[in-house]
């Protein structure tokens, strides 16, 4: 038997395809997103003006609530403010408490407003058949200790490609919704980037 030496050439082909193998695996280790993972509620919290449009949902809201006499016993105008919520859940998430806090700001800029923090669920509940509802507690409050004229809620839905955004303004007296505004948010993805459509 034999042995030939082997030439280095012999094994260039196979250190070729190694090379090769070695770059592919490399490239699908790497942090490029699908379009399906740019569709997160965080993506799309940060494709939109989140200022344009709750200052913009603060305006519309602030024009359709009832107007207050100056000279009244509810001279200011006071608003309970709830921190939006998950219609699924029902709960407050982190990353929505942005929404929240600009609402109040811009809701408390408006002449003649005060604004109050509420707590859902501590003091404000939506029933299994979304109707909401002022517990006894802030009831008492909205009516006697802080003269509150409506209680804003804010819901919101997050689907695939899409966001939905609610806000009503509850007369804490008499349940009745004195305004309601919408908000649908489209987004679409394409190379991993999430963008707002218009």
Do not use: H, W
């Not at 669920?121 to 802080?146: C, E, F, M, P, W």
């Not at 695939?160 to 305004?179: E, G, R, T, W, Y």
């Amino acid at each position: 038997m034999s042995i030939r030496p082997t030439s280095r050439s012999a094994y260039f082909p196979l250190a070729i395809v190694l090379l090769i193998g070695l770059l592919g695996l490399t490239a699908c280790g790497t942090t490029s997103r699908s379009d399906a993972q740019c569709l997160t509620f965080e993506d799309k919290l940060q494709a939109t003006d989140l200022t344009v449009l709750v200052s913009g949902m603060a305006t519309e809201l602030n024009t359709s609530l009832p107007k207050f006499d100056p000279n009244g016993p509810d001279e200011y105008g006071v608003l309970l403010v709830a921190d939006f919520v998950n219609v699924n859940t029902l709960k407050t998430e982190p990353n929505v408490l942005v929404m929240s806090e600009m609402m109040r700001s811009y809701l408390a800029r408006i002449p003649g407003k005060k604004v109050v923090q509420v707590e859902f669920g501590k003091d404000i509940r939506i029933s299994d058949t979304g109707i909401v509802s002022l517990t006894r507690k802030i009831g008492q409050a909205g009516n006697t200790k802080v003269g509150a004229s409506q209680v804003i809620v804010g819901t919101y839905l997050n689907l695939p490609n899409k966001l939905v955004i609610n806000v009503k303004a509850i007369d804490p007296s008499n349940q009745i919704i004195s305004a309601a505004i919408v908000r649908e948010l489209n987004y679409s993805c394409s190379g991993g980037k999430l963008r707002l459509d218009k």
